[in-house]
Every structure is written in structure tokens, then in C-alpha cells.
């Protein structure tokens, strides 16, 4: 049998085989999946999912169907995306408050403790002048949900979770020998080289 592990990480390491597992999970999927921070380039570096400003524009059309707060915002390009990607609050937060700042959007009470933002005559007007862009940047979100609906992997992640859990189970028991280490790489280096020639 082919080891996986004889040029990319130290044999018989269980530790290190089930990261390898969990690396080619988060790599693997559309954009780098739903596990996978984003999208990636060439080489597989990361790559912004929108350019520019683009999620300003995405934002402000989505206020602009209803008002939102930040979590539904995220929440919503996470739907449009088909669950495979969501924007970071550190990202999202920041941008709405340039929105407000630009007078592109305003706060407005809610039944809620949070504030709603809203979009404003300016920020209508500013959305018919770059139309094209909105319609390009929406487009992603809606291509990437075909991506995703077509590659999903939710029972790959299910198994992931099974895998992880079984693993902290056998690994973490009282009186665990080197014995027992050694054959969970043995099934982790196995599974890692079938499924490579898948």
C-alpha cells in the first residue's frame, strides 16, 4: 500500500494524518468550500470574494430590498451564496458604517434592541449609477450558490465531525499505547491514499 505521508509529513503521526484529512477537506470545495475561508487564486492563495468596493455595493442593495442589521446581512450573503460563503463581521461592520458616513444609508428604530440600517435617496441613487457593478457583484453570490449546489459536501463535513470525535475518543482514553497510536495512523494513511485515487 501507498503511504500518503512518505514526502509531505512525518509517518505514523496520527495527529499529523488527520490534519493532512482536514486540510484537503477545507482545500477541497468550491472557492475552498464551505470550510474554506474564502476564495482562492492560483496556488491556492486567498483571494477577496468581492473586489474593491463591491460588498458595498452588495450591502447596500440588500438594505435596500429591507432594512437589515449586521447579522442578517451576513446571514443573507451566506443564503444568496448557497451556504458557501459569509462574509467576517470585521469585514461587514465596518463597511456599513462607511455607508452611514457616505449618507448612503441611515439607522432606524426596530421592534428589537438593534438598530436597522436603511438606504437612503443617495444610497438609491448611487445604486442606479453603478448598476452594472451590482449586478456583476450579485451575479458571484448566484454563481457560486450553482458552484455549491453542485459540489456539496455536507456529508463529507458529517463525516469529518464523526472522524474528529472518534479520534479524540480513541486518542484521549487512559492507558492509550504507542501500539494503538500507530494503527490509527495506519487507517488514517489508508484512507488518505484511497481517497486520492478517487
Not at 123 to 134: F, I, S, W, Y
Not at 151 to 171: E, F, I, S
Request: aromatic share 4%.
Amino acid at each position: 500500500m501507498r503511504h500518503c505521508h512518505s514526502s509531505r509529513g512525518e509517518r505514523g503521526n496520527p495527529y499529523i494524518a488527520f490534519r493532512e484529512v482536514m486540510h484537503a477537506m477545507r482545500h477541497g470545495g468550491p472557492f475552498g468550500g464551505p470550510m474554506g475561508g474564502g476564495p482562492r487564486g492560483r496556488g491556492g492563495e486567498r483571494r477577496r470574494m468581492f473586489e474593491g468596493g463591491e460588498l458595498r455595493l452588495v450591502l447596500l442593495k440588500l438594505i435596500e430590498d429591507q432594512p437589515r442589521h449586521g447579522y442578517d446581512l451576513i446571514r443573507e450573503i451566506e443564503s444568496l451564496s448557497g451556504g458557501a460563503y459569509a462574509p467576517s463581521p470585521g469585514v461587514v461592520y465596518p463597511t456599513m458604517t462607511l455607508l452611514l458616513d457616505m449618507g448612503l444609508a441611515e439607522e432606524v428604530e426596530s421592534d428589537g434592541p438593534r438598530k436597522l440600517m436603511t438606504i437612503t435617496e443617495a444610497g438609491r441613487q448611487h445604486l442606479t449609477e453603478r448598476a452594472d457593478e451590482v449586478a456583476v457583484a450579485m451575479g458571484r453570490l448566484t454563481a457560486l450558490a450553482k458552484v455549491s449546489e453542485r459540489t456539496d459536501n455536507a456529508p463529507v463535513r458529517r463525516a469529518m465531525g464523526n472522524l474528529k470525535q472518534a479520534l479524540h475518543d480513541c486518542l484521549s482514553r487512559e492507558g492509550t499505547t504507542r501500539e494503538t497510536q500507530l494503527e490509527v495512523a495506519r487507517i488514517l494513511d489508508e484512507a488518505v491514499g484511497k481517497i486520492e485515487r478517487l
